[in-house]
């Protein structure tokens, strides 16, 4: 019978070689993509480093460390993936609808800009998504949207996984926070307060980053109103709502605050120069298109609108636990009706 394994968290005696040790599958990981190795072969590379490390350098028992890789696996492909494969097919459903045309022009009349249009839906719409359902959600949707306006694919992911660096802290209706709390014995609300300290600068500078990376920081210089707003707004509601109500709604709010802010500032403000990736054409606007009807922009966004509202509810704890089929002491209603024990 196999005994019970505690990792050790110094396994090398070493205050720098351990830690250096257990970034190897990450660095492994990394450094092959930097040099054109396809995502598969890298990631499969990084999957047998982090093996050996766990079996070599820590002596995790074998079976434990294929077990703990499977489960990771399925984790991959079962929740996350389903999200991905969910996304990409509803962007092909709006697509092959023409739907999705509506949807590109209703955000190419808040600006035409890339950049804006980058800040509005990776960062604004993804972080209010990342509040919602955090996993995988936020940069698959925030990617097919993109993707669906003209960015290319690598591209989109790229910015939609930046995008993501600032919410993820209180991630899913703050789950990371709570989490912490409940492990460690710390005051939940302490520990909301100190993240919601920290954390509003990296929002500030999130956006800037993010706006560098695609067009460079003399981008920045020219859009750098947007960019505030965007960042100032999300970071505001970051800070009072953590400091104030607690981790739960942080970046629900502060994504729908600062998608509400900048939307409404780019009403009456746009960079002088419209900035498009270089392969594209100069925007030009075309008077012969008629203007879209309110009714057409919300019929053409209510498939996202109800994937939102799915994925905010499906993130609620009282609903996810209803889904998992209820507590011990409070058992799903719906497990009692296929048994045939509800009356």
């Given amino acids: 019978m196999e005994t019970a394994w505690i990792q050790a968290y110094d396994p090398m005696g070493s205050a720098w070689l351990s830690p250096l040790v257990a970034g190897v599958p990450i660095l492994l990981l990394l450094g092959l993509l930097v040099v054109g190795v396809s995502a598969p072969v890298a990631a499969l590379a990084g999957l047998g480093s982090a093996l050996v490390v766990a079996i070599a350098a820590y002596e995790m028992p074998a079976t434990m460390a294929f077990a703990a890789a499977g489960y990771g696996g399925c984790f991959g492909l079962v929740p996350i993936g389903w999200i991905v494969f969910s996304a990409v097919f509803l962007y092909h459903l709006t697509v092959r609808t023409g739907q999705f045309e509506i949807v590109k022009r209703s955000v190419a009349a808040i600006s035409p800009d890339r950049r804006m249009q980058a800040l509005l839906i990776a960062f604004s719409f993804g972080t209010f998504l990342e509040g919602a359902a955090g996993f995988g959600t936020p940069v698959a949707i925030s990617a097919a949207l993109l993707i669906g306006l003209g960015f290319r694919p690598l591209h989109a992911a790229g910015l939609a996984l930046i995008a993501n660096t600032s919410p993820v802290a209180f991630g899913a209706l703050g789950t990371p926070i709570i989490t912490l709390a409940k492990v460690s014995g710390l005051n939940e609300m302490a520990l909301s307060q100190m993240a919601g300290r920290q954390l509003p600068l990296f929002s500030l500078m999130i956006p800037a980053w993010l706006v560098a990376v695609m067009s460079g920081w003399r981008g920045v210089r020219g859009c750098w109103p947007a960019i505030a707003v965007c960042g100032g707004s999300f ?109």
């Fill in 235 to 343: 970071a505001t509601v970051q800070f009072v709502t953590s400091n104030f109500h607690g981790p739960g709604l942080v970046d629900v709010l502060g994504g729908v605050g600062s998608m509400v802010a900048l939307a409404a500032f780019l009403r009456f403000w746009q960079p002088k120069e419209i900035w498009r990736f270089p392969e594209e054409a100069p925007h030009t606007s075309d008077a012969s298109e008629p203007p879209l009807s309110a009714k057409q922009v919300a019929h053409a966004w209510v498939p996202w609108v109800l994937l939102s509202l799915m994925v905010f509810f499906w993130g609620w704890p009282t609903v996810k636990t209803a889904l998992n089929g209820g507590t011990a002491d409070k058992p799903n209603v719906l497990a009692g009706v296929t048994k045939g024990t509800f009356d």
